[in-house]
């Protein structure tokens, strides 16, 4: 596999089996994360020819796509718990009875209550810190 992609051309025939051997194996590789292609596309922008500004778009807003990916369990848990409590609650008997934790440890959600609640708490700590930050979660530009 032309020594684990990286296509070198060099003409010599390389030992597949002692691939632990062979010093171009062993190169020093920047790891390739959002940072790292953020980084990069950063400071090659002004040269590239047409811009990549579906990419820069998705590189900015990184953390709402993260977030928009929690959202169908979001949904499934509104849904569950509005069909469960039968849509009998109100301000007074939420905020003396209703706890969090009473949710999660009875499972009133079912079986996914846990996860679901803990997906939560991720969206709404992503929301809150762009929030604090003076930034829309969502900016529409239609």
């Given at each position: 596999?032309?020594?684990?992609?990286?296509?070198?051309?060099t003409?010599?025939?390389?030992?597949?089996?002692?691939?632990?051997?062979?010093?171009?194996?062993?190169?020093?590789?920047?790891?390739?994360?959002f940072?790292?292609?953020?980084?990069?596309?950063?400071?090659?922008?002004?040269?590239?020819?047409?811009?990549?500004?579906?990419?820069?778009?998705?590189?900015?807003?990184?953390?709402?796509?993260?977030?928009?990916?929690?959202?169908?369990?979001?949904?499934?848990?509104?849904?569950?718990?509005?069909?469960?409590?039968?849509?009998?609650?109100?301000r007074?008997?939420?905020?003396?009875?209703?706890?969090?934790?009473?949710?999660k440890?009875?499972?009133?959600?079912?079986?996914?209550?846990?996860?679901?609640?803990?997906?939560?708490?991720?969206?709404?700590?992503?929301?809150r810190?762009r929030?604090?930050?003076?930034?829309?979660?969502?900016?529409?530009?239609?």
């Open positions: 596999m032309c020594l684990i992609y990286e296509t070198d051309n003409q010599e025939s390389e030992d597949t089996v002692n691939l632990l051997n062979v010093p171009r194996m062993w190169r020093f590789r920047i790891p390739i994360t940072d790292h292609m953020r980084q990069e596309l950063n400071s090659k922008f002004q040269d590239l020819k047409p811009k990549p500004r579906v990419l820069q778009r998705f590189l900015l807003e990184d953390d709402i796509l993260q977030a928009l990916r929690y959202l169908p369990n979001i949904m499934l848990l509104q849904r569950t718990l509005l069909h469960k409590l039968q849509r009998k609650l109100d007074a008997e939420a905020n003396a009875q209703l706890k969090v934790r009473d949710i440890k009875d499972n009133l959600a079912g079986h996914d209550t846990e996860r679901w609640i803990d997906e939560f708490s991720k969206v709404w700590e992503m929301t810190l929030l604090s930050q003076g930034q829309p979660f969502f900016n529409y530009y239609f």
